[in-house]
């Protein structure tokens, strides 16, 4: 309150002018503060005039969209369901790819005093085993790295600068339905957080609602997978082995990772394959991470894991992914999770959603009537292929990593694996190519495509030197129909020739 105070004291010989000018800048600071605190229960000013686009959500993909359309001009109203800070177990490692889509979008400054930590690469794990694979940032400035943050304070930042733009209106509420008519969405039903049931009406609708999405039905085909679970820890007060980078520990039966998240914080993410994982309340969990996960980490960071299992803050979360199957729709389009989801093993999500936004940012920058839904279409469908180059690279990656890098009691699968470890500890190019995948800095469905394969030939060679047999060959063939059967699938569902050759694929239009 130094500013009342300071009032106080000078207000008998300040101006009316000054009055009011003291009086607006206590608002400010006092709106400040509710955002600081999490207590994000008002809107942002909104100009006069008829909304333009509505935002369902304000997470990481509806809260950094909302800042790109707004900064662009357009009037834009953010629904979301809950303003306070939410407390996740991903969304906390953004890939360096991502980070350059950050700036792209004027919001990097929302990683700063929020106790974001660089991450220049990962240290992988195996059988005692490690390898370096720093991320190919040579030909970046020295700001570019990877980023891992608590996820809630990043949301936070990003919605504290949402808020100082006078176009945007933030509101809690939760979105129970479309407003549709003759086959074009017209905006949402909801209900705000006093429980009074209102109507947003815009040109233009687009959904970020989350992984668990009520809306996507409508506007797409969603074939939700959930491979695994990831089970969350953190560990304090201790170091990585190697500072500064992500590590992975491809453990039995699948990985386990650690990257820091604040100066003396670890996360820790334990993928558990299926839907089921061991009860937290019993004792189960805790059981099965000291007794099937301890002995396979690092033993710098034994006695801090053993020390987070005790404490007993264990979070768990199902792995979903989802390749984008959109339906064109007249007024509306979905973003970020509620559109496309992957296995969180390679941290791609982030990356994915600011690349998307960029994509639409720009295709919507030259549309001056939102109002004509036809053209409007025309670039909407335009986007789902355009974006096909870096989301698909990613999809693909994340998920092919996952099942390589899972154990197997398949002799081909675990020659697989080991060949997949080996390669990428040669170096050079055999690390820095799809370590430039992962990262999102060099996003190329066709490095993808030839280094997997080159993986496999690869272990297949390994296998038929120095002199092959019978049953070496066998599993040859076997490691590679196998790679075969990891990629081709993925490759089918997020559609080969929209990655391949996205410009020249039906419906796109000229930027």
Not at 254 to 263: A, E
Not at 305 to 324: E, H, L
Request: aromatic letters at 8%.
């Amino acid at each position: 309150m130094v500013l009342v105070d300071h009032y106080v004291i000078g207000g008998f010989i300040a101006s009316l002018f000054g009055f009011l000018l003291l009086y607006n800048l206590r608002r400010n600071v006092h709106r400040q503060r509710r955002l600081k605190i999490h207590e994000f229960n008002g809107s942002a000013a909104h100009s006069g005039g008829e909304t333009d686009i509505v935002i369902v959500g304000a997470g990481v993909a509806g809260a950094a969209l909302a800042y790109a359309l707004g900064k662009d001009g357009r009037r834009v109203h953010v629904i979301e369901r809950d303003l306070t800070e939410p407390d996740r177990i991903v969304g906390e490692l953004l890939q360096p790819g991502g980070y350059l889509k950050l700036i792209d979008l004027g919001l990097e400054d929302c990683l700063r005093d929020i106790d974001a930590q660089r991450v220049f690469g990962y240290a992988l794990y195996k059988d005692g085993k490690d390898a370096m694979l720093p991320y190919p940032l040579e030909k970046f400035s020295s700001d570019i790295s990877g980023r891992s943050f608590h996820h809630g304070r990043f949301i936070q930042r990003m919605r504290e600068k949402l808020s100082t733009l006078s176009n945007v209106k933030i509101e809690q509420g939760t979105v129970t339905s479309l407003v549709e008519e003759n086959g074009t969405i017209l905006g949402v039903n909801y209900k705000t957080k006093s429980g009074s049931e209102n109507t947003a009406r815009a040109p233009l609708t687009i959904v970020c609602d989350g992984c668990s999405s009520n809306l996507r039905r409508t506007l797409c085909t969603p074939k939700v997978d959930v491979p695994s679970c990831f089970v969350g820890l953190i560990l304090e007060d201790c170091n990585l082995p190697h500072a500064n980078h992500g590590h992975v520990i491809l453990g039995d039966p699948s990985p386990i990772l650690f990257y820091p998240i604040g100066s003396n914080e670890i996360r820790c993410l334990v993928d558990v394959p299926g839907q089921k994982v061991p009860s937290i309340a019993n004792g189960e969990m805790a059981k099965y991470l000291k007794s099937v996960v301890a002995p396979q980490i690092p033993p710098q960071l034994y006695d801090a894991f053993i020390a987070a299992v005790d404490k007993g803050n264990i979070k768990t979360m199902p792995n979903r992914s989802m390749p984008a199957n959109p339906h064109p729709t007249p007024g509306a389009v979905l973003l970020g999770d509620s559109f496309n989801m992957r296995h969180p093993l390679t941290g791609g999500g982030m990356t994915v959603a600011f690349s998307d936004i960029v994509v639409l940012r720009d295709l919507l920058r030259p549309v001056q009537n939102l109002h004509d839904s036809a053209n409007l279409c025309k670039y909407l469908e335009s986007f789902f292929t355009l974006r096909k180059p870096v989301a698909s690279t990613i999809n693909t990656l994340a998920g092919a990593l996952y099942k390589v890098f899972c154990a197997s009691p398949d002799p081909a699968r675990k020659e697989m694996r080991e060949a997949c470890f080996d390669y990428l500890s040669l170096g050079g190019i055999f690390s820095q190519g799809p370590i430039a995948l992962l990262s999102g800095l060099h996003p190329s469905p066709l490095s993808l495509f030839l280094h997997f394969f080159a993986v496999a030939i690869y272990g297949v060679g390994r296998l038929l030197l120095p002199f092959p047999s019978p049953r070496r060959l066998w599993l040859g063939i076997r490691l590679f129909a196998g790679a075969s059967g990891i990629l081709f699938p993925i490759l089918k569902a997020e559609g080969v020739a929209q990655m391949l050759v996205p410009r020249i694929s039906k419906g796109a239009v000229s930027m």
